[in-house]
């Protein structure tokens, strides 16, 4: 398992931006697919976005496409979700997650994951 570390979270207007951004903690995350999943208030934890292993290749939950990206950069060993257009609904924990190789949609598939940033967006 990797310990993973969330930032980036915070407050922001509907319709603007923030970037999230999760690293490891003690080790390389090089071979890990990485996923994004959050978590509103009275609701379960849902899929974000997940890249594979090189962030060649992406996936995104329907309700995200166009409004968010997920990327990476292995050589500073970090992992990003930047986020525009927020709208008030996405307001939630965010998490990310690790898992080898390849991406999954479903938290259960991720053995290692981070504490969460709070996003909040207001109208």
């Known amino acids: 398992q990797v310990q993973l570390v969330e930032s980036g979270g915070g407050p922001a207007q509907a319709g603007g931006s923030l970037r999230l951004s999760c690293a490891p903690s003690?080790?390389?995350?090089?071979?890990?697919?990485m996923g994004w999943f959050r978590q509103a208030p009275g609701k379960e934890r849902e899929f974000v976005a997940a890249?594979?292993?090189?962030?060649?290749?992406?996936y995104y939950a329907d309700f995200v496409k166009g409004r968010f990206t997920i990327s990476r950069d292995n050589a500073k060993n970090t992992v990003y979700l930047q986020m525009n257009s927020l709208k008030p609904e996405d307001t939630a924990v965010y998490y990310c997650?690790?898992?080898?190789?390849?991406?999954?949609?479903?938290?259960?598939?991720?053995?290692?994951w981070g504490r969460g940033t709070q996003v909040t967006v207001s109208s």
């Open positions: 003690g080790r390389t995350f090089g071979s890990y697919a």
């Open positions: 997650a690790a898992r080898a190789i390849s991406w999954s949609s479903r938290e259960e598939d991720y053995a290692s």
């Open positions: 890249c594979n292993w090189s962030g060649g290749s992406t």
